[in-house]
């Protein structure tokens, strides 16, 4: 699959059509470092070019997470030929190639194996400012924390995998928010100089928030009414369509979390479902956070001040929901 569609990028200095290699050859900007990444999953939508897109901004949404910028992305596919026509490869394959060039990075190929399920991703590479980009490690104590996409993902995969009533629409649902990129805060990080951040995913809000917490030494307070969650989301919980994911996210992160008395008890679940292509996570200073908000909404994002990071107390837990 290497070189599919490459060569009109000014980037590309061999490797597109024709010229038979087995891989391709980029420029890549002066003064700026690499950051890659690897992500591939298996379908959590029914329509193949829906999931192609999930999966894609699923991957890129890692860049973004570090103030980067995608520079090229390479095509993870399993795909079961025995099982399914070949116009649903196709399809995966437009999906991640439309949201790879929306992030304005060069499709670049990448390896497809045949096996038993069909999985896809990307691996993807980007350039970010050396001297100037996020991590788990940059919190700190006072920065207020956003969040860009609403909470619920995985209630509502495991739903439409059951193919329960209104799933269709579930599954519109997920596509607009799985497949939306975080390309508009990746900006507010690298515009910011922000230092702490991460995106949303298999961990869930909870358990990204306490790696975010133990790798900057801070005490993350999350404030659960003001977390969005996606219309439905409850109610789906409430019926046993939190996925098995979820629920060991939850059984290990909350011996590592303090819980206010009194909450409520299918909330706090969701505070630690898996997500898929969640958004990203923003340790923003106060003094940044109105500028921050401003720069999300602008561009069609939420921007939703979850939490606060404090001060690690000596005997306290990561991560404290109240």
């Not at 990448?110 to 096996?115: F, K, L, T, Y």
């Not at 350039?127 to 700190?140: E, I, L, Q, W, Y």
Request: with cysteine.
């Amino acid at each position: 699959m290497s070189g599919v569609n490459v060569r009109e990028d000014d980037r590309v200095l061999a490797g597109g059509p024709g010229d038979n290699e087995d891989s391709v050859v980029l420029s890549f900007p002066a003064g700026k470092a690499l950051v890659q990444t690897v992500d591939f999953f298996t379908p959590i939508v029914n329509d193949p070019y829906k999931f192609g897109r999930i999966a894609a901004a699923n991957s890129l949404s890692d860049i973004y997470a570090m103030g980067g910028e995608p520079w090229s992305a390479m095509n993870i596919v399993c795909f079961p030929m025995k099982k399914l026509p070949a116009d649903v490869l196709t399809e995966v394959l437009r999906g991640g190639k439309d949201a790879v060039e929306e992030a304005g990075a060069v499709p670049s190929g990448g390896h497809s194996v045949e096996d038993d399920e069909l999985k896809y991703g990307l691996a993807v590479s980007g350039t970010v400012d050396p001297d100037g980009f996020a991590s788990n490690r940059g919190v700190k104590p006072g920065d207020e924390l956003l969040l860009t996409k609403p909470i619920g993902t995985g209630v509502l995969a495991t739903a439409v995998k059951g193919e329960m009533f209104g799933s269709e629409k579930m599954e519109d649902v997920l596509f607009d928010i799985c497949g939306r990129l975080n390309r508009a805060g990746g900006n507010v990080i690298k515009e910011l100089g922000l230092t702490g951040a991460t995106d949303i995913t298999g961990f869930g809000l909870g358990g990204h928030l306490i790696e975010l917490a133990e790798a900057s030494g801070v005490t993350m307070e999350l404030h659960m009414s003001s977390v969005p969650l996606i219309p439905g989301a409850i109610d789906l919980a409430r019926m046993g369509m939190l996925p098995a994911g979820s629920i060991c996210n939850r059984n290990h992160y909350l011996s590592k979390t303090a819980v206010t008395q009194g909450l409520d008890a299918i909330n706090i679940d969701l505070m630690f479902d898996a997500q898929t292509s969640g958004g990203l996570l923003l340790a923003v200073p106060p003094e940044k956070l109105d500028e921050a908000k401003g720069m999300l909404e602008a561009a069609g994002d939420l921007a939703a001040h979850v939490g606060t990071a404090r001060a690690k107390e000596a005997s306290g837990t990561p991560l404290n929901i109240v």
